[in-house]
T-cell receptor
Framework: DTGVSQNPRHKITKRGQNVTFRCDPI?????LYWYRQTLGQGPEFLTY????????KSRLLSDRFSAERPKGSFSTLEIQRTEQGDSAMYLC??????????FGSGTQLSVL | AQSVTQPDIHITVSEGASLELRCNYS??????LFWYVQSPGQGLQLLLK??????LVQGIKGFEAEFKRSQSSFNLRKPSVHWSDAAEYFC??????????????FGKGTHLIIQP
């Protein structure tokens, strides 16, 4: 068990560019979550997968945000046409059914 | 809508002293309550959780929390803090045990500073 892995750890991009983050959950975990955390705030729930099915996406911040989990294993979160307000830490978590969440260390996005 | 309030943004405690971090929640049904700790560069780690039963919950690293329905509170306590406890602490509430379709709602966090 190597824990939840997120790549890259840091991403700096220019406004208007697209970015993609990857999350590798704990191998046997069927549920995967994405959260966003801004400075001075707690994590904010974005979306959730059970296996490859995205069961909740209404909390994604705008239609520029999308997530996939094509084979029910790793997941990607894409932000199109980034804005400065997208600068934040993006956290991934996984769980086995409804057991406790294990969080990754996050991807820190800076939009210049 | 569910919400979590952590009234203290920063708390400073001397090493060896006792600690209490406050958490108040708003939730329409029986809540599932959690405390997480986040150290710099580290992922969130679950300290303890409450689902039902005994209202005093024991967690890792010597932490405990007490659920008080009448006060809508779930305060975190530790009898004697160590310098390694310095971190950000988050209280969270959810509809199910670990997440599910509603995810977890987190408070804004309390930054714990330990004085030598």
């Amino acid at each position: 068990d190597t824990g939840v892995s997120q790549n890259p750890r840091h991403k700096i991009t220019k406004r208007g560019q697209n970015v993609t983050f990857r999350c590798d959950p704990i191998s046997e975990h069927n549920r995967l979550y994405w959260y966003r955390q801004t400075l001075g705030q707690g994590p904010e729930f974005l979306t959730y997968f059970q296996n490859e099915a995205q069961l909740e996406k209404s909390r994604l911040l705008s239609d520029r945000f999308s997530a996939e989990r094509p084979k029910g294993s790793f997941s990607t979160l894409e932000i199109q046409r980034t804005e400065q307000g997208d600068s934040a830490m993006y956290l991934c978590a996984s769980s086995l059914n409804n057991e406790k969440l294990f969080f990754g260390s996050g991807t820190q996005l800076s939009v210049l | 809508a569910q919400s979590v309030t952590q009234p203290d943004i920063h708390i400073t405690v001397s090493e060896g002293a006792s600690l209490e971090l406050r958490c108040n929640y708003s939730y329409g049904a029986t809540p599932y309550l959690f405390w997480y700790v986040q150290s710099p560069g580290q992922g969130l780690q679950l300290l303890l959780k409450y689902f039902s039963g005994d209202t005093l919950v024991q967690g890792i690293k010597g932490f405990e929390a007490e659920f008080k329905r009448s006060q809508s509170s779930f305060n975190l306590r530790k009898p004697s803090v160590h310098w390694s406890d310095a971190a950000e602490y988050f209280c969270a509430v959810g509809a199910v045990s670990g997440g599910g379709a509603d995810g977890l709602t987190f408070g804004k966090g309390t930054h714990l500073i330990i004085q030598p």
